[in-house]
């Protein structure tokens, strides 16, 4: 797909929808409010591991730990456009945010998150 | 060098001194002793990094110096008997180990380990 056709009412590239300034302002704020308390999570945990080292094993577990959510995060943090109705959808099933926080959205999007939430609940379990 | 001529009485490496049964049993004790202490330091050092943690970049500067410093212990306790001398003679000179720790090593590798930790100071000056 090296020179897609772009049409008025289609965006060339299936699956990305285009985010407006005042839809990709209501995503950022869930999205970081959710990556917030996820980093909150991670602090406090590490925390509570450092505190009951008592061997050095027990030191690079808090490494791996710490290696492990820090590309974990980065991975799943990902705010472009093309990426952001499965981040939220992902975030939704993790219930790290409500659908409350992504009120404002138009319904097409919600849609689409949702959807992205309940395949997720499905491949789960 | 790759059919060195071993002779009776000299090494076919040079410089790879050969370490007796019993004298490295004399540097396996200060080695461990060492690498205990060390160890400790960085147990408590993370444990006090962690309780201080406010923010999520403090997070990964602890991830990033866990991982630094095991990557220069894996570095710097290294018990092979081609590298020994050179390892007691850092650990000599960063102060972790001292002279007594080695009694009943013979004076010619103590001689050895003298200079490489002089080596290092007069490298650090």
């Keep these: 797909m090296t020179s897609p056709s772009a049409t008025q009412d289609s965006y060339p590239y299936q699956h990305e929808p285009i985010w407006s300034r005042s839809e990709k302002a209501i995503a950022r704020q ?54 952001l109705t499965d981040v939220l959808g992902r975030l939704l099933y993790e219930n790290r945010l409500g659908e409350e926080d992504l009120r404002g959205l138009p319904e097409e999007k919600m849609k689409s998150i949702r959807s992205f939430a309940q395949f997720l609940r499905h491949s789960a379990a």
Tied chains: 1, 2.
């Design 30 to 83: 869930a999205f970081d409010a959710a990556l917030g308390q996820e980093l909150h999570e991670v602090i406090q945990e590490a925390k509570k591991m450092a505190s009951q080292i008592q061997q050095s094993s027990e030191l690079w577990d808090l490494e791996h730990y710490l290696t492990q959510r820090r590309k974990e995060i980065d991975r799943k943090y990902d705010f472009r456009g093309s990426r």
